[in-house]
């Protein structure tokens, strides 16, 4: 096995506007306070850095284009403006759920202090790593419950399944008979959900909870207001989020995506799995924490990066007596040694134990 050390993307402060002049203005203030930021023109690119940045500065022109794609509220928003700021604009930013309108130049000088010390003392959130398959069978699901089980013996974990027509990751986990709320519950609710209410509630063995869908004939679907705020409350709630992302081309799911901040393609060391994992890299091309994980050794990690052009984070043997392991409801993360554990400390690192997320 190959691997290389996990890391975790850059988290820049955030500009989301598109106004040149209000950019103009806030440049010199974040250098003054030592930052290099990075400015998103539309809603969509400034969602990549919206869960990750410590701090994010919204322009009047976007703000409104924000809400209509439902952003989550996170802490340290401003939305800055240059002119005296209208009530409408107040309105925006009470539903937006930023934490004061600034107008510049009046609070230049308060702005770049916040900013200074903000982005000194980043506010903890848990790390969301999405998994997807390359091509079918790769082994995304698999890996990503031993991502969970990894996890979650040293913090709170949860594994999220946004594949209906996958396995079920709590069958996976063996806690496919454990009460709790799935997806075919949660997409009936509105409204906002707690982060201690979604811990809660779910499936859990130890620390190690599991989102994912009752088996009942039916065809569930994936509702995206359901899917926004369940994330936003489970990377409030755990150290460790894993999010198991089925191949479809679907909108919400490539939104999900981008809300992750690593991104790890799962392919097989083979000619097909691994021309199937190139056009998929391409979907995901702009991801900033996007990574490949290789399943056998018929290939290298550098002839499989240089194929699919992303940097590979680990290559790991097949391990033996899965199936059993599984069936038997232990995980597929049955012992702390083997080609999947090995995987698991690779890309997560060693940690040490947290207490419970607040």
Do not use: N
Not at 138 to 162: E, S
Not at 164 to 177: A, K, N, S, T, V
Not at 185 to 193: F, K, P, S, V
């Amino acid at each position: 096995m190959t691997a290389r050390p996990a890391r975790r993307p850059d988290q820049p402060l955030l500009v989301a506007t598109a106004d040149e002049d209000l950019i103009a203005t806030l440049l010199p203030l974040t250098a003054a306070a030592d930052i290099s930021p990075v400015v998103a023109r539309d809603p969509v690119e400034a969602l990549a850095g919206w869960v990750r940045a410590p701090v994010a500065l919204v322009g009047p022109d976007l703000a409104p284009e924000l809400l209509k794609i439902a952003f989550e509220r996170r802490p340290h928003a401003y939305l800055v403006t240059q002119q005296r700021a209208p009530d409408e604009l107040f309105r925006v930013a009470v539903a937006l759920g930023v934490e004061q309108v600034v107008e510049l130049p009046g609070s230049s000088a308060w702005l770049v202090e916040q900013l200074a010390d903000l982005t000194e003392h980043q506010p903890s959130r848990g790390e969301v790593i999405g998994v997807i398959g390359g091509s079918g069978g790769a082994g995304a699901t698999t890996l990503a419950c031993a991502l969970g089980q990894y996890a979650a013996r040293h913090g709170d974990t949860v594994v999220i399944d946004c594949d209906p027509q996958g396995p079920g990751l709590d069958r996976m986990l063996g806690l496919e008979r454990t009460d709790g709320f799935r997806w075919d519950a949660l997409c009936q609710t509105t409204g906002r959900i707690s982060a201690r209410a979604l811990r809660e509630a779910l499936p859990r063995k130890g620390r190690l909870g599991v989102l994912s869908w009752y088996v009942d004939g039916s065809t569930p679907r994936l509702q995206a207001f359901a899917v926004r705020e369940a994330l936003s409350a489970a990377r409030r709630g755990h150290r460790t989020v894993v999010v198991d992302l089925p191949r479809s081309a679907d909108a919400l799911i490539d939104e999900v995506a981008t809300r992750c901040d690593r991104l790890l393609l799962v392919t097989v060391a083979g000619v097909a799995g691994v021309a199937a994992a190139t056009r998929m890299r391409s979907r995901f091309a702009d991801h900033p924490g996007l990574e490949v994980v290789i399943r056998g050794e018929a290939l290298t990690a550098a002839d499989v990066g240089a194929a699919v052009r992303a940097p590979v984070a680990v290559q790991m043997r097949d391990q033996r007596g899965l199936e059993e392991a599984i069936d038997l409801g232990l995980g597929p993360l049955r012992a702390r040694r083997g080609p999947l554990a090995r995987a698991a400390e690779a890309l997560l690192g060693p940690r040490s134990a947290e207490g419970e997320a607040a």
